[in-house]
C-alpha cells in the first residue's frame, strides 16, 4: 500500500518536473498580473494591435473589454479597426486560406490558446506563450526571417520586434559524438557553441572537451544590444500573455471568488452539523 502511495507521488512530481516544450526549451515562468487592470489594459492594446492582422479572438467581443475597466469611448478610440463596431466579435484581418498560402500554416484562433497550451499542472498556457513571445530570433534560413526556441521553425515572424529591438542569440551545446577516424565506440566530447547576430547570421564553433565527464548540457543565452529596451518588452509580453489568459477565462477571477465563498459557506456548515450531532446523542445517550 505504502509503495503504491509513493509511486504514485514519484510519477506526480516526474509529472510537474517535466516542463520543457516541444524543442526542449524549459519555459519561464509568466509573471501574475491576472489581477492587474493597467496591465490588462495594455496587453489588449498591444493583442488588438499586433495580434489582430493574422489571428482572430472570435470568441471575444470588443466590449467585453468594459469588464477589465476600459469605457465604450476608449474602445472606439484606441481598438477599433475602421468598420468594427464595439459590440463585435474579435476577428482577424487574414482569412485562413490566405494564411495558409502566405505563412504555410493558417494562424490559428487565439481566444482560449492560453488554456490550449498549457503543458501540466505547473506549467500553464501562459507560460508557454510567454516564453514563446520572448524567445524569437533572427534566423537568415527561416522563410520569414525568424525562429523561435520554445516554438522551433514556427511559421510566425516576431512581429514586435521592434518594441523588443535587436538581440543575439547564442546556444551552447555540450555532447558525445563519434570522432572521424576514432575507433568504433570510442565517443568524444565536444562542446558546439552556435551565434545567431542580430542580423540573423549564424557562426558556429566546435571545440574537442578533453577529459570531459559531465554529461550532456544545452544553454540558450540572448544578448540584447538595448538592454532596457529588451525589459520594457518583457513587460508587453507579459501584459499580453495576462490579457491572453482573461480572454481565454474571463470568468477566472469570479470563479475564484466565488470558490472562496463555497468553501467558507461549507466550513460554517460543517461546524454547525458537528454541534447539532453532538446534541442530539447527548440525548440519546
Ligand atoms: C504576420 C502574421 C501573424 C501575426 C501578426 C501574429 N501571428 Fe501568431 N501565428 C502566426 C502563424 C502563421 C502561426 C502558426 C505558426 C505555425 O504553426 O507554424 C501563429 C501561431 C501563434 C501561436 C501558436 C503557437 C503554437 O505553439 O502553436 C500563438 C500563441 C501566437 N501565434 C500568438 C501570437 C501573438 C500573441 C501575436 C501578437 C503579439 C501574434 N501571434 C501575431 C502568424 C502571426
Redesign the pocket.
Known amino acids: 500500500m505504502i509503495k503504491k502511495l509513493l509511486c504514485a507521488l514519484a510519477l506526480m512530481i516526474t509529472c510537474t518536473a517535466a516542463g520543457a516544450a516541444?524543442g526542449g526549451y524549459t519555459l519561464d515562468k509568466a509573471p501574475d498580473r491576472a489581477t492587474n487592470l493597467a496591465s490588462l489594459q495594455n496587453g489588449a492594446k498591444?493583442?488588438v494591435n499586433?495580434?489582430l492582422?493574422?489571428?482572430g479572438a472570435t470568441s471575444m467581443r470588443y466590449n467585453k473589454l468594459k469588464d477589465i475597466g476600459l469605457t465604450d469611448d476608449q474602445i472606439k478610440e484606441s481598438l477599433l479597426f475602421t468598420g468594427d463596431k464595439v459590440g463585435d466579435l474579435m476577428k482577424g484581418s487574414?482569412s485562413v486560406k490566405d494564411?495558409k498560402a502566405?505563412?504555410?500554416?493558417?494562424?490559428?484562433d487565439?481566444s482560449v490558446?492560453a488554456r490550449a497550451?498549457a503543458q501540466s499542472a505547473s506549467v500553464t498556457g501562459a507560460d508557454?506563450?510567454y516564453t514563446?513571445?520572448r524567445t524569437f530570433y533572427r534566423d537568415t534560413t527561416k522563410l520569414t526571417g525568424w525562429n523561435n526556441l520554445?516554438?522551433p521553425?514556427?511559421?510566425?515572424?516576431h512581429?514586435?520586434w521592434e518594441r523588443q529591438g535587436p538581440r543575439t542569440m547564442t546556444s551552447v551545446v555540450v555532447h558525445e559524438h563519434e570522432a572521424p577516424g576514432a575507433k568504433a565506440g570510442h565517443a568524444a566530447w565536444e562542446r558546439v557553441t552556435t551565434s545567431y547576430d542580430p542580423m540573423g547570421f549564424m557562426t558556429v564553433k566546435t571545440e574537442p572537451l578533453e577529459n570531459y565527464h559531465g554529461h550532456a548540457t544545452t544553454d540558450y543565452q540572448f544578448k540584447a544590444v538595448d538592454a532596457a529596451r529588451s525589459a520594457a518588452y518583457d513587460s508587453d509580453a507579459a501584459d499580453?500573455t495576462a490579457f491572453?489568459t482573461w480572454m481565454s477565462e474571463p470568468m477566472a477571477q469570479t470563479r475564484k471568488q466565488i470558490g472562496v465563498w463555497v468553501m467558507l459557506f461549507l466550513g460554517l456548515f460543517f461546524l454547525v452539523a458537528w454541534r447539532l450531532n453532538a446534541s442530539y446523542w447527548k440525548l440519546v445517550r
Open positions: 516541444g498591444l493583442f499586433y495580434c492582422n493574422c489571428h487574414v494564411g502566405w505563412f504555410g500554416v493558417p494562424p490559428p487565439l490558446i497550451k508557454y506563450i514563446y513571445l520554445a516554438f521553425n514556427a511559421g510566425m515572424p512581429v514586435m499580453v491572453m
